[in-house]
């Protein structure tokens, strides 16, 4: 699977972004999705997951009831809609896709993109 993100940039406090991250190649293999961030000096960590069909979703606690987590099916592509963004969500984001071929369990991540968020 290979993972192509688009949707970052410079935004003011209190303002929106939505990221897009567009998956080919195996995608049928697909087992869940997810959006990742990492700032300066910190750890990766997880921003937002849910299933191949996007039924099911889970938030960073940061996050929650500010950004959502979506899946367009029929072309493969995930979106992370950011609302209501603050200067410490300010972090390069990658969109991750975890497949699975029995019996082999893979990580496939985006190449990231950067979200700044002035105050």
């Known amino acids: 699977v290979q993972l192509v993100e688009s949707g970052g940039g410079l935004v003011q406090a209190g303002g929106s972004l939505r990221l897009s991250c567009a998956a080919s190649?195996?995608?049928?293999?697909?087992?869940?999705m997810g959006w990742y961030r990492q700032a300066p000096g910190k750890q990766r960590e997880l921003v937002a997951l849910?299933?191949?069909?996007?039924?099911?979703?889970n938030y960073a606690d940061s996050v929650k009831g500010r950004f959502t987590i979506a899946v367009d099916g029929a072309t493969n592509t995930m979106y992370l809609q950011m609302n209501s963004l603050k200067p410490e969500d300010t972090a390069v984001y990658y969109c991750?896709?975890?497949?699975?071929?029995?019996?082999?369990?893979?990580?496939?991540w985006g190449q990231g993109t950067q979200v700044t968020v002035s105050s």
């Open positions: 190649g195996t995608t049928y293999s697909i087992n869940t």
């Open positions: 849910t299933t191949s069909t996007g039924d099911s979703t």
């Open positions: 991750n896709i975890v497949t699975i071929l029995e019996p082999l369990v893979s990580d496939h």
